[in-house]
């Protein structure tokens, strides 16, 4: 059964990356926001961002966080993290720094998004309990079909988890 996903990560240097994830196909997700799109929701300001957020995570059942060199920590991933737990999704997250951007080059590895966010109920960082996957292979290519194989996997086993949190 195919998943409707919110897809949360740095747009600026990512969205070449989570672009390759998010036609991958085996769970749905939010339709790709172009940049002029985007560019009108920020002009809005803090506000406008935050509604944009929430109504495209209305019926998602989990959000998965593509993890790049500069996604740990920054203000609207946080939001975007907090949002989709509070409102009962599953939340995991997937390194993408080894996936070709348009200019066909790789990043390095990011810090854990989950380590900035504190799980209320135990006060602990939330990567205690959400996982960060680092998908296998040596190359581009082989991330890619990493990711193609085992995305619904962890998407299913994120729902599971924040059942059970």
Request: glycine content about 10%.
């Amino acid at each position: 059964m195919a998943r409707k996903c919110f897809y949360s990560f740095h747009y600026v240097p990512d969205h070449a990356r989570a672009s390759q994830v998010r036609n991958i196909g085996v769970i749905e997700g939010d339709p790709p926001v172009s940049d002029n799109d985007w560019e009108s929701v920020t002009r809005g300001g803090d506000a406008a961002i935050e509604k944009w957020i929430n109504q495209q995570m209305n019926g998602k059942t989990c959000a998965v966080v593509l993890v790049g060199s500069g996604t740990a920590n920054r203000k609207w991933i946080n939001y975007e993290i907090i949002r989709a737990w509070d409102r009962g999704l599953g939340v995991v997250g997937i390194n993408i720094h080894g996936l070709k951007n348009f200019a066909g080059e790789i990043s390095t590895i990011g810090a854990n998004p989950f380590d900035y966010i504190t799980h209320s109920p135990s006060g602990k960082p939330l990567s205690t309990i959400v996982k960060l996957y680092n998908p296998g292979g040596n190359d581009s290519k082989a991330r890619y079909n990493w990711i193609s194989t085992y995305l619904s996997d962890a998407v299913e086993e994120a729902i599971t988890i924040r059942g059970k949190n």
